[in-house]
């Protein structure tokens, strides 16, 4: 890149978006590490700066239109034109069917798929201007259907959907837009999902472990290496596209 691409990595203070804007950051990307709490992020930029990065905390709900539309100007303002997104924010709110409530539903559809409806939008008039662009969005092997998340494999199923969708209408621009599904990964919101069943961490980690054909379980930085490839120029052929990335078939 002569000069560097400006990207933006939602639900990036911790987890899985952490990974990928340290690694985007080492790649030489502009980073603006965006999540609902702006304190939070600043962690995770002054890492990067450390590291001889630039980087950017942006605080902002993705399911909030008035929100987004002031984080990406001041992205735009501050870094440069984001060309590259990665919608990684995510929530979960786990129960079976019959305990679900209508606002476990609803928060869990804003941030997965309103939020990136929001910041896709956004962030593509800036891609189109551009004629550049790469989007990647996580899913999660929970698409296929996982036992008490109703409400998050019906919104990570909808976003390979949109995926797609943003494919075929975002080609011409010369913008690709993939999808990454992680298996299981060592996060706080796996860990959050041990407690909710009565498990250990450690114990679930080396369950979970035993039944991946690589045995062992994902790293932040996996993901992190799976969207570097497909953010990068020499991806440009790669669009519409679900990777599964579970240490072993999934799909």
């Given at each position: 890149m002569s000069e560097p691409r400006t990207a933006i990595i939602t639900g990036a203070a911790r987890g899985i978006g952490a990974g990928i804007a340290k690694r985007f950051a080492a790649d030489g990307y502009k980073v603006a590490v965006?999540?609902?709490?702006?304190?939070?992020?600043?962690?995770?930029?002054?890492?990067i700066v450390a590291n001889g990065g630039q980087a950017l905390a942006v605080g902002a709900n993705v399911?909030?239109?008035?929100?987004?539309?002031a984080a990406v100007a001041k992205v735009a303002d501050e870094l440069g034109a984001p060309t590259v997104l990665v919608n990684n924010a995510g929530v979960i709110r786990?129960?079976?069917?019959?305990?679900?409530t209508?606002?476990?539903?609803?928060?869990?559809?804003?941030?997965h798929l309103k939020?990136?409806?929001?910041m896709t939008k956004a962030v593509q008039k800036h891609m189109t201007e551009a004629k550049y662009g790469r989007i990647v969005n996580l899913s999660s092997t929970s698409a296929l259907g996982n036992r008490g998340q109703a409400n998050y494999s019906a919104a990570k199923a909808g976003l390979q959907g949109f995926t797609k969708t943003l494919a075929i209408e975002l080609g011409k621009?010369?913008?690709?837009?993939?999808?990454?599904?992680?298996g299981f990964i060592q996060t706080d919101?796996?860990?959050a999902t041990a407690e909710r069943i009565g498990v250990p961490f450690d114990d679930f980690i080396e369950y979970a472990a035993?039944?991946?054909?690589?045995?062992?379980v994902g790293q932040p930085e996996d993901i992190a290496n799976t969207a570097a490839f497909l953010c990068s120029e020499g991806a440009g052929f790669v669009s519409g596209q679900v990777i599964y990335v579970a240490g072993g078939p999934k799909d």
């Open positions: 965006l999540d609902l709490d702006e304190a939070a992020c600043q962690t995770v930029v002054d890492e399911a909030d239109p008035e929100a987004v539309e786990d129960n079976l069917l019959f305990k679900m209508l606002d476990d539903w609803n928060l869990v559809m804003d941030v939020g990136s409806f929001l621009y010369g913008v690709t837009a993939n999808a990454i599904a992680p919101m796996t860990a035993k039944e991946i054909p690589v045995q062992r």
